[in-house]
């Protein structure tokens, strides 16, 4: 069974700065998918970023970008120049093989971005 | 806006009834999965449901049932319910294999949030 686990409960960075999200997860799987999903106050669950394992460049979307260390099964989040609006639940999730299959999320980190 | 529609948004009933959610897939996803979220338990898979077809079952309970139509739209059924059913359920759809390539990202709803009284 895969596990996926969030090691930061809750995390708090001034606007501006970058902060980094933890994420390791344990898989017999060669071939997978890992996302990192966001939610808001609005509890709507927004995808932020996805890495497919058998790529060895990590994903980047705009501010977000990931540190895929796959030996290690550690699948981190960094946000740059960090934003109001990136206040929320950080999800990170895990789903084998090429997809098609459910999600498996970690715990959460609430992530606050102070003014 | 991911594409997914989710109704109704919030649903207030007493222990005992019967509710039903519904989801209403990306157009083109052939592939249904609802998750439940609450305090205790975080997010959890109940079921995935592919072209109509039932794919993959997990922590459902036996009063929970869901069904997928012609249309691909999903419908998930709640019964007998409890204070404990109360969460958050999400439904999320993708591709899941069109013309022999598999799409892995699964777009989330706005979710039904249900409270049971």
């Known amino acids: 069974a895969q596990t996926v686990t969030q090691s930061q409960p809750e995390m708090s960075v001034q606007e501006a700065e970058t902060v980094t999200l933890s994420c390791t997860y344990d898989t017999s799987e060669s071939n997978y998918y890992l996302f990192w999903y966001k939610q808001p106050p609005s509890r709507q669950m927004i995808l932020v970023i996805r890495q497919e394992a058998y790529k060895q460049q990590n994903a980047t979307e705009n501010r977000f970008s990931v540190n895929f260390q796959k030996a290690a099964k550690s699948f981190s989040l960094k946000i740059s120049d960090s934003q109001l609006g990136d206040t929320a639940m950080y999800f990170c999730?895990?789903?084998?093989?090429?997809?098609?299959?459910?999600?498996?999320f970690g715990t959460g980190t609430r992530l606050t971005i102070i003014p | 806006d991911s594409g997914v529609t989710q109704t109704p948004k919030h649903l207030i009933t007493a222990t005992g009834q019967r509710v039903t959610l519904r989801c209403s897939p990306r157009?083109?996803?052939?592939?249904v999965y609802w998750y439940q979220q609450s305090l205790d338990q975080g997010l959890q898979f109940l079921i995935q449901?592919?072209?109509?077809?039932?794919?993959a079952k997990g922590n459902i309970l036996e009063r929970f049932s869901a069904q997928q139509f012609p249309d691909l739209h999903s419908e998930l059924n709640l019964s007998s319910l409890e204070l404990g059913d109360s969460a958050l359920y999400f439904c999320a759809s993708s591709v899941a294999m069109r013309g022999g390539e598999s799409t892995d990202t699964q777009y989330f709803g706005p979710g039904t949030r249900l409270t049971v009284l």
């Open positions: 999730a895990f789903t084998p093989n090429f997809g098609n299959e459910k999600l498996t």
């Open positions: 449901y592919y072209n109509g077809e039932e794919r």
């Open positions: 157009s083109g996803d052939l592939s």
